[in-house]
């Protein structure tokens, strides 16, 4: 577990990105928060959010893009950090130092994966905590009674945490087959590793519509890629949708988060077990590549 | 060796194929406690293959333990006990100098911190500095440093110098022999460049094209191998009694012997013995025609 402790850290050290960028992200909607003008649906005075309902579901929303914008960069980032974390070292041979260390290969192939699908995501989560944080006491202090107070509403603050701790729980285990090919290719590959994470599934799907004329994998793909929405939340919410007339603009939104999430159907559903087992399967076959290959 | 102890690595039959290539073909050898081994050939001759089974960074066929282990499938057991430097350029650019210690520190039990300060604070390195920017030679100190201060039995050493000026070349093995060097702890070293090690070793392994072509103690060499100078005229009774190898110099041609009848010899005059590259050229060039 100590050595666990270490790999994670080294990590940190070697991909300071992990939290530059979510730094560098939260700034910037800072700036554009501290500057910016605001003009939602047309809404330019005072009095146009007369009622409470309005506020929150500007709040709400104000909240939801805001954290969109971070998690979006954080997957983007953390995928990309996958498929580079086990080829960077065997490219500039530094694998041979790490491997002269008392450190198993699967320690080190799990630690990147902890990295990837657990760490980077919550930095990323704490900064936009950060940041809403901030932009609340800006836009309180700038607009004072025109949007600022819809910002200060603790139970929907707490909704979008468990939004986003459960977004962060359910992407790890859905993509976790893309994480573990990302990870097989980086073990595996001598050069472009871009290349080789597209080209394999790809020629699948072209020789089984050449050969055999069907399109099963591709049907698989969309169906797994697309699916992960369908698994994790319940569309009606359950309790229904909050719609609020704002300068002439409805604007719906679901009553509340709690009606949305389905851990239960996620984790009784088969597929998500599937996902499970060709993720592991995958994670496995990355480690036992780990295991044969030293520099490229 | 004596009977009762078994030897540190012991290869038998060690064969390490890539694709149709093979790059060892069924070497077998021992290397006991307390030598410093070079393990010496031409690029290409399989000296790294033979490492990097050692080290357990491949599979192989064939028997192999060292320290007592299968290296392949006990590495992380292995590398508590062994370590190796395999060309000293292989720390990455990002890390910093106190970034190493304290993770060396954190993974490895026989780390001894203090010891790898110690060996730093006589460097002009300071620990804020990455690697990137440090030059060749610094980062063999901070490499040596690292290495040095894990209280190790086995250091693996491959192509250690390769890239660095004399004076990085002679203060890495003074360091080695000083800093590292008793005899509970035994030194394997590959190299192409036998004259840097010659003085260093105890023991030669000379490889070449996957297979042995000499495994002997250095200290045999006087009773096993001899060369003479012969002059013009006896150059024909000096090949009759067939030399390994025989070289022109001015006015004199030396012959090479191996398992030499020394009271023959002792009749073109002084016998001497060859020096380590002398022996690794004789040895080379014999097998090559």
Partial sequence: ?296 | MSLTMPALIDAQKLTKRYGKYTALDQVSFTIDTGRIVGLIGPNGAGKTSALRAILGLSSYEGTLSVLGREPFSDRTALMNEACFIADVAVLPGWLRVDQAIEFVAGVHPRFRRDHAEALLAKTQITGKRRMRELSKGMKTQVHLALTMAIDAKLLVLDEPTLGLDILARRAFYDALVNDFMDDTRTILITTHQVEEVENLLTDLIFIDRGHIALAMPVEDIPTRYAVVAVTENEVEAARALEPIYERRTLGKTLFYFEAPDFEKLAGFGEIMTPSVSDLFVAKMSGSAV
């Fill in chain 1, 1 to 296: 577990m100590n050595t666990f402790k270490w790999l994670v850290r080294r990590e940190f050290w070697e991909n300071r990105a992990i939290w530059i960028a979510p730094a560098a992200v939260g700034a910037l909607q800072t700036l554009a928060i501290l500057f910016g003008t605001v003009n939602i649906s047309g809404i330019t005075d005072n009095n146009a959010l007369a009622t409470p309902d309005q506020g929150t579901v500007i709040g709400g929303l104000a909240l939801f893009i805001f954290g969109v914008v971070f998690f979006a960069v954080a997957y983007v980032y953390a995928f990309w950090y996958l498929l580079d974390c086990l080829y960077a070292d065997r490219k500039d041979r530094s694998i041979l130092f790490w491997k002269s260390l008392p450190i198993t290969d699967a320690q080190t192939v799990l630690a990147k994966l902890f990295i990837g699908l657990i760490a980077i995501p919550l930095v990323y989560f704490v900064a936009a905590d950060v940041t809403t944080l901030l932009m609340a006491v800006i836009v309180s202090l700038r607009f004072r009674s025109f949007i600022g107070a819809a910002l200060w509403h603790p139970d929907q603050w707490l909704q979008m945490q468990v939004l986003w701790l459960y977004l962060i729980v359910t992407m790890g285990i859905w993509y976790l087959p893309l994480a573990g090919w990302f990870m097989v290719v980086s073990a595996w590959a001598r050069r472009a590793v871009i290349l080789w994470s597209i080209l394999p599934p790809v020629a699948i799907l072209i020789l089984e519509r050449w050969f055999v004329g069907t399109h099963v994998v591709a049907r698989l793909l969309v169906d797994w890629s697309s699916g992960y929405a369908a698994h994790t939340f319940i569309e009606p919410p359950a309790n229904g949708w909050a719609t609020a007339i704002i300068g002439g603009h409805a604007i719906t939104r679901p009553e509340s988060i709690w009606g949305m999430v389905t851990p239960a159907y996620f984790f009784s559903s088969p597929a998500t077990w599937i996902c499970i087992f060709v993720g592991s399967a995958l994670v496995f076959a990355a480690i036992q590549l780990r295991l044969r290959r030293a520099e490229v």
